[in-house]
């Protein structure tokens, strides 16, 4: 194994902190980036459709090309982080990439005018968005791998991430209508989402800011040359770890991603409550944040690949239930959507504590290390997955004949339904099969860096 090499960047500042307390206080900043992801995962598509009145259809089709370029623009960031080092560190590069990325998040929301230039800058900006996020996400993800090489370290990292950005979650689901209102002075529903959206943006920027300055990374593997593109993609397709995680992952986030995208249009048209969905959704944010501890534990009993399929199995026994029952009040739908959600993050957890052990998997199996990589290619796919979550959805619901802002039929209704539960369920049958097919069952991590250790 690599001699393994201490970067002490800004230790005057973080130097003294114990080991736990800098995991947390790196780990805050999946809170900044979610207040910009979620805002875009939960609120996006329905601002375009039901705000700025585009079709579905438009809504969907731009939707899924800025996931696939942001898939992209990752991929192609995790490139970079493996082949030039920061002269300052990656804390610097947080700092750097702060500010263009919340500007970049408060020009998607601005509602430029209609018609085809309008639509123009609809699409520029949520380009622009996505390639600042990418370039600032991915660093901060590689640099996950970097504050301690101990899996369980990773675990713990991975848990307070998502503790995190579940607070962000319930941040964005409750605060997006009500903080737009409030600053906007009651505007209308697109001029609200842009108050919203500026507040969230100089919200993360500070907190960025504050993470990019006190990142101190622990022992990292000194890597003797950076690796060509073509070498890094040959080690991933060779990492048998990494390409069953993240098929199973893609699989994954299309059911997950139908399914949230679906619950305001679910309130709206078939229970005729906004402010009930915009509550099921910060619930959801608040269940995450409660069930992610309980993951964790359980992680530590079963192993994280076994985790995976107790949350997948409770999860589509959720959604044969939901085809099987039809759900007519609020009540009854917002319980529906909390248990699933307790569920779901089962799911994400173990894909986030699994995929920085598939770097020394790799590193073992090809002989050579990569790590921006494995994020920037992990992101380029989980955006595809969304991309075509989307358009599936969008398809979907066209093809029942969904228009916005009217009442739609009953058989619009009952077709929208079995999108949002049919293709959910088959999807995340889909990622058990690939997961069966993942070498890191429990205690296969720390086999394999003692491994590396002796050579």
Known sequence: MP????????????????????????????????????????FLLFYY???????????????????????????????????HQPKRG????????????????ILTYAPLGTGAAGLALVVIGHLLFRTAYAA?????????????????????????????????????????????????????AAQGYLWAAILFAALGTAILMLVGTTYREDAVPAA?????????????????AFVTLNLAMMAMIVAVTVLNKSVLYYFKYFLGSDDAGQSALAWMGVVSAVAVPAWMLLQRWLGTRALWFVAASACM?????????????????????????????GLHFAFWAMLPNTIEYGEQATGLRVEGAVFGAAALLQRVAIGLATAILGLGF?????????????????AMRWTIALVPLAALAVSC???????????????IVKDLGTH
């Open 3 to 42: 001699e393994q090499v201490r970067h002490d960047e800004n230790s005057d500042v973080t130097g003294a902190l114990p080991m736990k307390a800098r995991l947390v206080l790196f780990a805050f900043g999946d809170f900044a980036f979610n207040l910009y992801w979620q805002s875009i995962m939960l």
């Open 49 to 83: 459709t039901d705000a700025l009145g585009l079709p579905m259809t438009a809504a969907a089709a731009i939707y899924t090309a800025a996931s696939i370029w942001d898939g992209i623009a990752n991929f192609v960031a995790g490139a970079v982080t493996d082949r």
């Open 90 to 105: 990656y804390g610097r590069v947080l700092i750097m990439g702060s500010v263009p990325l919340g500007l970049a998040c």
């Open 136 to 188: 600032l996400n991915v660093p901060y993800l590689a640099m996950g791998a970097r504050i301690s090489v101990d899996s369980r370290d990773r675990a713990f990292v991975a848990g307070a991430r998502m503790l995190f950005g579940t607070l962000a979650w319930v941040v964005v689901a409750r605060g997006t209508v009500p903080i737009g209102m409030w600053l906007g002075g009651g505007a209308a």
């Open 224 to 240: 003797p040359a950076p690796p060509s593109v073509r070498a890094s993609v040959a080690s991933l397709l060779a990492n048998r």
């Open 317 to 345: 026994a959720g959604l044969t239930l939901f085809a099987a029952v039809h759900i007519d009040t609020p009540v009854a739908m917002q319980l529906f959507l909390v248990g699933m959600q307790a569920l779901i993050v």
């Open 398 to 414: 066209d093809s029942a004949g969904y228009v916005a802002n009217v009442q739609q039929s009953a058989a619009t209704l009952a």
């Open 433 to 447: 099969g690939l997961m069966l097919l993942n070498p890191l069952g429990k205690g296969a991590h720390a086999r």
